[in-house]
């Protein structure tokens, strides 16, 4: 089992920036790619960036490109979001997800059904 855990959100203005971090722990051998989600009030659950754990591989969403920058501290087993230039469309419960199996292309892109351990979420409110 791994654990995932969340922290970093709060609420900020449009312009801000914050760093989303999440932190793994119990087994995290092997975790193959682990990625960043967020899901606002009303919508669907949508992938924001995905690395490959333990490599230089980043993945992103045609929508997050250019704001959002995931990184990881390997040794840390820690995961982290940046995000600038903080948008109200950005307001949205973010959550950390990790995946144990190889998606079927082989890539960490951040698609939603590869990945097989959660975190809780932390919020993120931005307002204009």
């Known amino acids: 089992q791994v654990q995932l855990v969340e922290s970093g959100g709060g609420s900020v203005q449009s312009g801000g920036s914050l760093r989303l971090s999440c932190v793994a722990s119990g087994r995290t051998y092997p975790i193959n790619c682990l990625a960043w989600f967020r899901q606002a009030p009303g919508k669907e659950r949508e992938g924001v960036a995905g690395l490959l754990s333990g490599g230089a591989s980043t993945y992103y969403t045609d929508s997050t490109k250019g704001r959002f920058t995931i990184s990881e501290d390997y040794a840390k087993k820690m995961v982290y979001l940046q995000i600038d230039s903080l948008e109200p469309e950005d307001t949205a419960m973010y959550y950390c997800?990790?995946?144990?199996?190889?998606?079927?292309?082989?890539?960490?892109?951040?698609?939603?059904?590869?990945?097989?351990?959660w975190g809780q979420g932390t919020q993120v409110t931005v307002s204009s």
């Open positions: 997800a990790a995946a144990t199996r190889w998606p079927s292309d082989g890539n960490c892109n951040p698609v939603a059904k590869d990945y097989n351990y």
